[in-house]
């Protein structure tokens, strides 16, 4: 296992320069997998010239395979291999001249070219579709391209074209003639702008496609498009009038007689109630939801209905109601052999019990979800299709350990949960895990640690520990292990902290707190319009608030266990959306930043201090990489303009006297390319980078993080972080 060492300059209010030690794979804790709007359908297209000998229809054939096998490859998020198989494709139908493949693939390479992020690329694609589409007059497929056309636009911050190519598809769309297609382009562009946070511009065009669908008397459009407003209008915070449109819906849907159209219009007015905590009206509504499910036999859909239905009375506190309806879930899930359900019924029934105060029966139920993980992973090697229940039988599991006063267990289980889950994230298996998975075993000296290793570590290291655990929105779990080896627990409740800034959601929280130093790109021009006018924006009390926010509810409550040595280390272990937190910019009430106190580390697991220090005993790289305020790129994140970063005088100067300190030349200026970086990094022993951390997700597929180097060439000097995970030459330490 191989990891960076990464001195981070961040620069604060005026020249304060922040280090921030970071290891390389912390850059993908937050994979998620990437979705895209558009649509990956094949645009029918007449052919003037179809294949006339046996070697044309093979070539045929062949081309339509590589087609679909690209478009399959799309929506499993494997884009680059999508290029490769459409790519072929196209060249095989060019070879037959093939006018519906080739117009097919351009449409489909512009598809993946957009989830990748890569929007000019897109561009170019679509409007070669669209120009074949419109000379053999196929006035579908014209459509569609100008809608993607508008989604690209749109995605690049760039409105007024986006809005452009909404007229002309809304134009086709109406000469075609066809209400549901109409009202399907309509219900596009909506969620496009929804995509976007621009949620009263998804209303317009929501209410457009419902007009047409009341217009053309399509009682199923009808519920499409209130449920699509209903959406928008909790997206607002607009609860009532979201249930007064599902009220509609449901009204309607019952008029279709459509047994699943009603089914699912009583699931979203029940989450609605739900969601505004009035449970009796939502329990009522998820019973009739069940009684349909049960009278049309679907197994799948009575375990979806019972859990829906266990929820509500789980949230009313009815815990031995929601148990007997999670325990029948639960046995459904086992007749289907549908583990993941097993799982997750495990985990809903021990979460009831635990509430209930029955923790013994929390602990049993909870030990049979660990063994359907275990047995899962064993089947199917590294997928993510069951992490996230994974994740959360663990922090069940830190619940009941701490209302049992087990404050070191759950510290432990907590560190044992970030070993596997550094391990699942590089595709690898511990020794304890069974070989036939497909899997490389990890390193031996990442294995699962007890709080025996856990406070050597903390001796070895002559630093003060401290682990957090997000365990639910209002509620984080700290531990603070000392030098000495002795333990300390506090439960932080968000909702009862003494902040001095109401808290909505630490997510929202970590987000501010990046704008306000400038690691996170705003919302484009014409959205922050509608959020603060320019004087709130530059306020510096407005752009510390944030900061001391997150100092109120991350240090406050262990600020009298942190050493008082501003030599002596702090080392941060995150958890979640935690890892975005810029720990030494956190400012106090009399505005000292926690850099300023204490010498701060970040890492993602404590047992990875003992794994670099192992490793660094076998450092055969020798280089050392100083880059320092490079000429700076331009941005273009999803759907924000292109930005420019100003140059990080101050960064300049820093890297250049660190650079003395290492004996070795800084890359500045033009000299600071990613390539140049990319050359030496096999062999590089320590990096220290001062230029901007961007969070953004560059590529639009859930992967945040890039560095921004110098351009050259046709490259844009961004260094993504899906890059640096794809990089198999990094350095040792």
Request: aromatic share 6%; with cysteine; charged share 20%.
């Amino acid at each position: 296992m191989t990891t960076i060492d990464i001195l981070k300059a961040m620069h604060l209010q005026q020249t304060i320069a922040i280090r921030v030690r970071i290891i390389a794979f912390l850059f993908i804790t937050s994979i998620v997998v990437s979705t895209t709007i558009l649509s990956l359908k094949v645009l029918a297209l007449p052919n003037p010239s179809q294949p006339s000998n046996p070697t044309q229809n093979d070539q045929k054939t062949q081309a339509d395979r590589l087609l679909q096998q690209g478009i399959n490859q799309h929506k499993n998020g494997q884009f680059r291999e999508a290029l490769q198989s459409v790519q072929q494709a196209l060249t095989m139908y060019q070879t037959i001249n093939d006018v519906e493949g080739i117009a097919n693939c351009l449409s489909s390479l512009g598809n993946t070219y957009f989830s990748l992020g890569e929007y000019r690329q897109a561009i170019g694609f679509y409007q070669q579709s669209l120009k074949m589409m419109q000379a053999n007059k196929n006035r579908q497929g014209e459509a569609e391209n100008l809608v993607n056309l508008s989604n690209a636009y749109l995605y690049l911050g760039q409105e007024q074209e986006a809005k452009k190519f909404e007229r002309q598809a809304q134009t086709v769309r109406r000469e075609i003639g066809n209400p549901t297609r109409e009202a399907a382009f309509l219900s596009n562009i909506g969620l496009a702008h929804e995509s976007q946070g621009q949620h009263q511009q998804a209303i317009e065009f929501y209410q457009q496609q419902l007009q047409i669908a009341q217009d053309s008397d399509n009682r199923t459009l009808q519920v499409d498009s209130l449920n699509s407003l209903a959406q928008a209008y909790q997206s607002l915070g607009q609860h009532q009038k979201a249930i007064e449109l599902l009220k509609q819906q449901l009204e309607i849907a019952r008029k279709t007689g459509d047994d699943a159209s009603i089914a699912n219009s009583l699931k979203n007015l029940a989450a609605a109630y739900e969601s505004q905590e009035q449970y009796p009206q939502a329990i009522e509504l998820y019973q009739q939801q069940l009684e349909i499910a049960q009278k049309k036999g679907d197994r799948t859909s009575i375990a979806n209905s019972l859990k829906n239905l266990a929820a509500a009375y789980e949230s009313q506190e009815q815990y031995p109601q929601a148990i007997e309806l999670y325990q029948q879930q639960l046995q459904i899930a086992k007749e289907k052999s549908d583990r993941v359900a097993e799982g997750t019924a495990f985990n809903n029934i021990a979460l009831a019990l635990l509430k209930s105060k029955k923790l013994a029966e929390a602990q049993k139920t909870l030990l049979e979800a660990m063994k359907v993980w275990e047995a899962i992973r064993a089947k199917l090697g590294s997928n993510d299709n069951y992490f996230a229940q994974q994740a959360t039988t663990y922090k069940i599991q830190q619940q009941v350990l701490i209302a049992q006063n087990q404050t070191e267990a759950a510290l432990e289980l907590s560190e044992q949960e970030r070993v596997k889950a550094i391990v699942r994230l590089l595709g690898l298996r511990l020794s304890s895990e069974p070989v036939g998975t497909g899997l490389q075993p990890a390193p031996v000296q990442l294995t699962l640690p007890t709080i025996q290793v856990i406070k050597q570590i903390a001796k070895a290291q002559k630093a003060t520990l401290v682990e957090y655990s997000i365990i639910s929105d209002q509620e984080i779990y700290v531990w603070v292990v000392q030098p000495t080896g002795e333990v300390a627990f506090r439960r932080i409740d968000i909702k009862s902290s003494s902040t001095i800034y109401p808290i909505s959601s630490i997510e929202k929280l970590v987000t501010n707190s990046l704008k306000s130093i400038g690691a996170l790109a705003e919302k484009t021009p014409s959205e922050s319009k509608s959020n603060k006018n320019a004087s709130e924006v530059t306020d510096p009390a407005n752009q510390r608030q944030p900061l001391l926010q997150l100092y109120q509810i991350l240090i406050k409550p262990i600020e009298d266990l942190l050493p008082k040595d501003s030599n002596t280390r702090v080392i941060f272990i995150p958890h979640q959306e935690l890892f975005l937190v810029p720990f030494p910019a956190l400012v106090d009430i009399t505005d000292k930043s926690l850099i300023e106190k204490h010498t701060i580390l970040t890492i993602p697991a404590i047992q990875v201090l003992e794994l670099t220090k192992q490793q660094r005993q076998k450092v055969s790289g020798k280089k050392v990489i100083v880059v320092g305020n490079p000429t700076m790129p331009s941005v273009v994140a999803k759907g924000e303009p292109t930005q420019s970063l100003p140059p990080l005088l101050s960064a300049q100067q820093e890297a250049l006297e660190i650079a003395q300190l290492l004996n070795t030349k800084a890359l500045t200026g033009n000299q600071a390319t990613k390539s140049a970086f990319l050359q030496q990094l096999p062999e590089a022993r320590i990096i220290h980078l001062a230029t901007y951390g961007l969070l953004n997700d560059m590529k639009g597929q859930g992967v945040p993080g890039a560095i921004a180097f110098a351009p050259s060439g046709n490259d844009n000097g961004i260094l993504t972080a899906s890059e640096i995970l794809n990089f198999h030459g990094q350095p040792k330490e």
